[in-house]
């Protein structure tokens, strides 16, 4: 048996409607159902199911106990019951929800909601059919009253979305025919719904019918603009692009990643090595999976790979994808954590960054499951272990994966289907194609005989090491080969350097040649290059590190020993940093070291300043001599150089734990603190508020400890985790003694206490941080705390002391001309006005709040701000534009992914259910 609401209100036995009461009485008797079956097993009032029964008309409750009296008799022949909880009126019923034909349908669209979130669009239209086939008519029919009316519409709403989600989801999986159906019916019901238009326009399109994809749209455009949305998608449609999917084919939108790097003009010398590879992708035999190719650093793995990879694109529609693997890692220098790799990977398919799950796992789930059925390509570089390749591979028959290693990967080389092949050092016919593709045969021929061999065999028929000396031969086109062969075999250094322990096979050789051909200083940049630990760099940071004005980047990138990734950024690739490390290792100079960091935190420090008061950055020692600080001329400036450097950031601050530098580790996290936390990167804050309070740990100042703790707790209150932030702010509470260290902890205790509705101890700890302010004599944090204090007494009810502190508070930071302060005083006032129902005024200082949290810009703020704006235009009988303001907040909250944008989208439901009966 099972309860029904979504039609007939009733106990069910299979399709018999169970019998609960008298006849006349019974439309009353399912409204008390419903109410107690929508309270999913919670305490109902008797105030309650009055409202529910009769509205604003007058109440009996003696006859609502009779309607209770006869459904409590009924249930109970059948096993349920229906107790009175305490006194006063109250009752709960008891009932599983997976009985109730309602809360099945919310399970069936929330799991339908995972499964799209991961690519598994499948599984998403097996729930979503489950859940639809829920419905026998219109939810609570047959129950009268406005209550019942408005919980209609509202699931009537749920469904509708559900209908929509179902038809998105056939779409792509390939059901075309039905989706469209879907769509056509959808439309009909509400024709200005441009989501359903959408839906439509593509289903008719992949269906083959181009001319009614184009008449939907057109029907829409004949009634009103269309939003840029669908008149992108009618672009589309007319010019017949190909990413929509094929008309009559599979109905798949995809992205097709083309992320293989360029191929040389020059390649060569591997014929019989591109004949073997082929062969392998031979169609009349099974095509493995992973292709692993294994040699030496320098003997063109990747060379081979791309070239072979690029001519099987046509085999692979669905796209190639291309990753490094050396990189910058947390924990471990040097190398990219899957993680990082599959964001990239899963974003080149598509997949935007709201959809992205976070961990590792759900992330290679996510892959496996858009590459399933797909014909993809993947090339990966240089991977660390077995391990960081496997959580790469797509695990699709249809996908194939080439793994170029320096390193035998013996797990993946013994894995089902896998196919491996080792590259060899040239031999001397394969070495001369690949310098007669740069320089031409005509002038191998024209040097004198022995040369040619000479220059290969001193090159040890190293891939690299004999384009380096071509191209270095092609620049000059007068420089005979003669001149290389005895610049190359100088004192014997260049055997001693390409023959080591490990045979003439070893990269150092090549990577020393170019080196050596540097001009000092660039030669100097090199080596010191090896310093920086993070994945990019800029001119300023190159600058710091050589001590000079002006680095000589432009030799570095003319050798090809570094890249432009970006405009004015710069990154080298990892075996040359692993080489400049050795070289550098020779120098010593630890004072360029020094400089780097100081580049770092000083431009860091200022971009933190321009960020507003709440920046808590000591002026300390001045950058050393020879740093280049970059200027940050405002907020706006200040925002983009922390993004643009994030990475950077974090890594030369872990770099500083390890390198003996622990201030640095100390001190740059609380740089990026004020911008992560505008911006809601949360976890990143987190993560470098680690970092700090290891630093702070190992240099023993309490003082540093305390502040890592402070801003700790305030990371994990940020992440909505308040009770755990709470027991890290309370252990350096033993630890702070001067007053502007007890302001900063007291204000953060007082806003988590408020967070664990604490409300009383949360304002009793604001009076605190008042207190140690004063003591302090800073007069922005004495306005910071004045306003703490008038929020909390707001919260609890005091308006008068609300009021005078929070209006000292906007004297104070007006005075200061402290944009960010004077925005969260405003707030505070919208607040206590709307709370004493001045809306007129509270809605003045709300627009003022919200004005500047728009500019600075501070995004939560900005989505609370306007929350408390709807609420008070709610108050004022202003539906309409309360729903604006909402929205508005909700979809800041989204971009968050904060939690408070649930409760914005209930007020949203409500403001346009009144304003659907007014």
């Given at each position: 048996?099972d309860f029904?609401?979504?039609?007939?209100?009733g106990?069910?036995?299979g399709?018999?409607?169970i019998?609960l009461?008298?006849?006349a009485?019974?439309?009353?008797v399912?409204?008390?159902l419903?109410?107690?079956?929508?309270?999913r097993?919670?305490?109902?009032?008797?105030a309650?199911?009055?409202?529910a029964?009769?509205g604003?008309e007058?109440r009996n409750p003696?006859?609502r106990?009779?309607y209770i009296?006869?459904?409590r008799l009924?249930?109970?022949r059948?096993?349920?019951?229906l107790?009175?909880?305490g006194?006063?009126g109250?009752?709960?019923?008891?009932?599983?929800?997976?009985?109730v034909d309602?809360?099945?349908?919310?399970t069936?669209t929330?799991?339908a909601?995972?499964c799209?979130?991961?690519?598994?669009w499948?599984?998403a239209?097996?729930?979503?059919e489950g859940?639809l086939a829920?419905?026998?008519?219109?939810?609570?029919?047959?129950?009268?009253?406005d209550?019942?009316?408005?919980?209609?519409r509202?699931l009537?709403?749920?469904r509708?979305?559900?209908a929509?989600r179902l038809?998105e989801?056939?779409?792509?999986c390939g059901a075309?025919?039905?989706?469209?159906a879907d769509?056509?019916?959808?439309s009909?019901?509400n024709?200005?719904?441009?989501?359903?238009?959408r839906?439509?326009?593509?289903?008719?399109y992949l269906?083959?019918?181009?001319?009614?994809?184009?008449e939907?749209y057109?029907r829409l455009?004949?009634?009103t603009t269309?939003?840029p949305a669908?008149?992108a998608l009618?672009?589309?449609?007319r010019?017949r692009?190909?990413?929509l999917?094929?008309p009559g084919g599979?109905?798949?939108?995809?992205?097709?990643p083309?992320?293989?790097p360029?191929?040389?003009?020059h390649?060569?010398g591997?014929?019989?090595e591109?004949a073997?590879?082929t062969?392998?992708?031979?169609?009349a035999?099974?095509?493995?999976?992973?292709v692993?190719?294994?040699?030496t650093?320098?003997v063109?793995?990747?060379?081979l790979?791309v070239h072979?990879?690029?001519s099987?694109?046509?085999d692979?529609?669905?796209?190639?994808?291309h990753?490094?693997?050396l990189?910058?890692?947390?924990r471990r220098?040097?190398?990219?954590t899957p993680?990082?790799?599959l964001?990239?990977?899963l974003?080149a398919?598509g997949v935007?960054p709201?959809r992205m799950?976070?961990?590792?796992?759900?992330?290679?789930g996510?892959?496996?499951?858009?590459a399933?059925?797909r014909r993809?390509l993947i090339v990966?570089e240089?991977?660390?272990d077995d391990?960081?390749v496997?959580?790469l591979?797509?695990g699709?028959?249809?996908c194939?994966?080439?793994?170029?290693s320096r390193?035998?990967l013996?797990?993946?080389a013994?894995a089902?289907?896998g196919?491996?092949?080792?590259l060899?050092?040239?031999?001397?016919e394969?070495?001369?194609?690949?310098?007669?593709?740069?320089?031409?045969h005509?002038?191998l021929a024209g040097?004198?005989?022995?040369?040619?061999?000479?220059?290969?065999?001193?090159?040890a028929?190293?891939p690299?090491?004999l384009?380096?000396?071509a191209?270095r031969?092609a620049?000059r086109?007068?420089?005979p080969?003669a001149?290389?062969?005895?610049?190359?075999?100088e004192e014997?250094r260049r055997?001693?350097?390409?023959?080591?322990?490990?045979?003439?096979?070893?990269?150092?050789a090549?990577?020393?040649?170019?080196?050596?051909?540097?001009p000092?200083p660039?030669?100097?940049l090199?080596r010191?290059?090896?310093r920086?630990?993070g994945?990019?760099?800029?001119a300023?940071?190159?600058?710091?590190?050589?001590g000079e004005p002006d680095p000589p980047?432009?030799?570095l990138?003319?050798?090809?020993?570094?890249?432009s990734?970006?405009?004015?950024?710069f990154?080298?690739?990892?075996?040359?940093?692993a080489?400049?490390a050795?070289?550098?290792?020779?120098?010593g100079?630890?004072?360029?070291?020094?400089?780097?960091?100081?580049h770092y935190?000083h431009t860091?420090?200022g971009a933190?300043?321009k960020l507003?008061p709440?920046?808590h950055?000591?002026?300390?020692e001045p950058?050393?001599?020879?740093?280049?600080?970059?200027p940050?001329?405002?907020?706006?400036?200040?925002?983009a150089?922390?993004r643009a450097?994030?990475?950077n950031?974090?890594a030369?601050?872990?770099?500083?734990l390890h390198?003996?530098?622990?201030r640095y580790?100390?001190q740059l996290?609380?740089?990026s603190?004020?911008?992560q936390?505008?911006q809601g990167?949360w976890?990143e804050y987190?993560?470098?508020?680690?970092?700090?309070l290891a630093?702070?740990r190992?240099?023993g100042?309490?003082?540093d400890?305390?502040?890592?703790?402070?801003e700790?707790?305030?990371a994990?209150?940020?992440?909505?985790?308040?009770?755990?932030?709470?027991?890290q702010?309370e252990?350096a509470?033993p630890?702070v003694?001067?007053p502007?260290?007890v302001?900063?902890l007291?204000m953060l205790?007082a806003?988590?206490l408020?967070?664990?509705?604490?409300?009383?101890?949360?304002?009793?700890s604001a009076?605190q941080a008042l207190?140690a302010?004063?003591?302090?004599a800073d007069?922005r944090?004495?306005a910071?705390a004045?306003?703490e204090?008038?929020w909390w007494?707001a919260?609890?009810?005091r308006?008068?002391?609300?009021?005078?502190n929070?209006a000292?508070?906007?004297?104070?930071?007006?005075?200061l001309a402290?944009r960010?302060g004077i925005?969260?005083?405003s707030?505070?006032?919208?607040?206590?006005?709307?709370?004493a129902?001045?809306f007129?005024?509270?809605?003045e200082h709300?627009?003022?709040?919200r004005?500047?949290y728009?500019?600075?810009p501070d995004?939560y703020?900005?989505a609370?701000?306007l929350?408390?704006m709807?609420?008070t235009?709610?108050a004022?009988g202003?539906?309409a534009e309360a729903?604006a303001?909402?929205r508005?907040a909700l979809a800041?909250?989204?971009d968050?992914?904060h939690p408070?944008g649930?409760?914005?989208?209930?007020?949203i439901?409500?403001?346009?259910?009144?304003?659907?009966?007014?």
């Amino acid at each position: 048996m099972d309860f029904r609401l979504l039609g007939p209100v009733g106990l069910f036995d299979g399709d018999t409607r169970i019998h609960l009461g008298r006849d006349a009485e019974l439309p009353k008797v399912h409204c008390v159902l419903a109410a107690l079956l929508l309270a999913r097993a919670r305490p109902v009032t008797g105030a309650f199911l009055d409202n529910a029964l009769w509205g604003a008309e007058a109440r009996n409750p003696e006859t609502r106990r009779g309607y209770i009296g006869d459904l409590r008799l009924a249930l109970r022949r059948y096993g349920f019951t229906l107790p009175r909880q305490g006194h006063g009126g109250v009752y709960r019923l008891d009932v599983e929800p997976d009985r109730v034909d309602l809360h099945r349908f919310r399970t069936a669209t929330e799991a339908a909601r995972q499964c799209v979130a991961h690519g598994d669009w499948a599984a998403a239209r097996i729930h979503l059919e489950g859940g639809l086939a829920l419905w026998h008519g219109s939810a609570l029919e047959g129950v009268p009253g406005d209550w019942a009316a408005g919980i209609r519409r509202q699931l009537d709403r749920e469904r509708r979305e559900a209908a929509i989600r179902l038809a998105e989801t056939r779409l792509r999986c390939g059901a075309v025919e039905p989706a469209r159906a879907d769509a056509e019916r959808l439309s009909a019901e509400n024709p200005d719904d441009e989501r359903v238009v959408r839906l439509e326009m593509q289903a008719a399109y992949l269906a083959g019918d181009y001319g009614s994809a184009v008449e939907a749209y057109e029907r829409l455009a004949q009634r009103t603009t269309p939003a840029p949305a669908t008149r992108a998608l009618n672009d589309r449609i007319r010019v017949r692009d190909p990413l929509l999917g094929t008309p009559g084919g599979d109905g798949h939108e995809t992205a097709v990643p083309r992320q293989l790097p360029a191929v040389t003009a020059h390649f060569a010398g591997r014929t019989r090595e591109l004949a073997r590879l082929t062969a392998l992708t031979d169609p009349a035999r099974p095509r493995p999976p992973v292709v692993l190719i294994y040699g030496t650093a320098g003997v063109g793995k990747t060379t081979l790979a791309v070239h072979w990879a690029r001519s099987l694109t046509a085999d692979y529609p669905h796209g190639q994808l291309h990753a490094d693997l050396l990189g910058r890692r947390r924990r471990r220098p040097g190398r990219r954590t899957p993680a990082e790799v599959l964001r990239g990977f899963l974003g080149a398919l598509g997949v935007p960054p709201d959809r992205m799950p976070t961990g590792q796992s759900e992330l290679t789930g996510l892959f496996r499951s858009l590459a399933a059925g797909r014909r993809l390509l993947i090339v990966l570089e240089n991977p660390a272990d077995d391990e960081q390749v496997r959580a790469l591979l797509p695990g699709s028959e249809s996908c194939l994966t080439v793994v170029t290693s320096r390193t035998r990967l013996n797990g993946l080389a013994v894995a089902p289907g896998g196919a491996a092949l080792t590259l060899e050092l040239l031999a001397e016919e394969s070495a001369r194609e690949v310098l007669a593709a740069r320089l031409g045969h005509d002038r191998l021929a024209g040097e004198p005989p022995g040369v040619v061999a000479e220059l290969i065999r001193l090159c040890a028929g190293l891939p690299l090491a004999l384009a380096i000396v071509a191209a270095r031969a092609a620049e000059r086109p007068e420089l005979p080969l003669a001149e290389l062969v005895g610049q190359l075999g100088e004192e014997g250094r260049r055997l001693d350097v390409i023959a080591t322990g490990d045979g003439p096979t070893d990269p150092r050789a090549t990577f020393a040649w170019s080196y050596h051909r540097l001009p000092g200083p660039a030669a100097r940049l090199f080596r010191l290059l090896s310093r920086h630990p993070g994945p990019d760099f800029t001119a300023a940071a190159a600058a710091s590190l050589a001590g000079e004005p002006d680095p000589p980047l432009a030799d570095l990138a003319a050798a090809h020993l570094i890249s432009s990734p970006a405009p004015g950024r710069f990154a080298m690739h990892g075996l040359l940093r692993a080489f400049a490390a050795e070289a550098d290792a020779a120098t010593g100079e630890p004072a360029a070291t020094v400089r780097l960091f100081d580049h770092y935190l000083h431009t860091a420090a200022g971009a933190d300043r321009k960020l507003g008061p709440y920046s808590h950055v000591a002026d300390g020692e001045p950058p050393a001599p020879g740093v280049v600080v970059t200027p940050i001329e405002d907020e706006a400036a200040a925002s983009a150089w922390l993004r643009a450097e994030a990475l950077n950031l974090a890594a030369v601050a872990e770099r500083a734990l390890h390198v003996g530098l622990t201030r640095y580790a100390v001190q740059l996290p609380r740089m990026s603190a004020n911008y992560q936390i505008r911006q809601g990167r949360w976890h990143e804050y987190h993560e470098a508020q680690l970092v700090a309070l290891a630093g702070a740990r190992r240099l023993g100042d309490t003082g540093d400890v305390a502040d890592a703790l402070i801003e700790l707790a305030r990371a994990l209150g940020w992440q909505g985790r308040a009770d755990q932030a709470r027991r890290q702010a309370e252990r350096a509470v033993p630890l702070v003694t001067d007053p502007g260290r007890v302001y900063r902890l007291r204000m953060l205790l007082a806003w988590l206490l408020g967070m664990l509705d604490r409300v009383p101890d949360a304002l009793e700890s604001a009076e605190q941080a008042l207190t140690a302010a004063r003591e302090s004599a800073d007069p922005r944090a004495v306005a910071v705390a004045l306003n703490e204090v008038g929020w909390w007494n707001a919260v609890l009810g005091r308006p008068e002391p609300a009021l005078r502190n929070c209006a000292r508070a906007l004297a104070a930071f007006e005075s200061l001309a402290d944009r960010s302060g004077i925005a969260a005083a405003s707030d505070s006032l919208g607040l206590i006005h709307h709370r004493a129902r001045r809306f007129d005024a509270a809605l003045e200082h709300y627009e003022r709040a919200r004005s500047l949290y728009e500019e600075l810009p501070d995004v939560y703020e900005h989505a609370a701000t306007l929350d408390r704006m709807g609420n008070t235009l709610s108050a004022m009988g202003r539906p309409a534009e309360a729903e604006a303001a909402w929205r508005r907040a909700l979809a800041l909250f989204n971009d968050l992914q904060h939690p408070a944008g649930a409760a914005v989208s209930q007020k949203i439901t409500a403001a346009a259910r009144l304003q659907e009966q007014g």
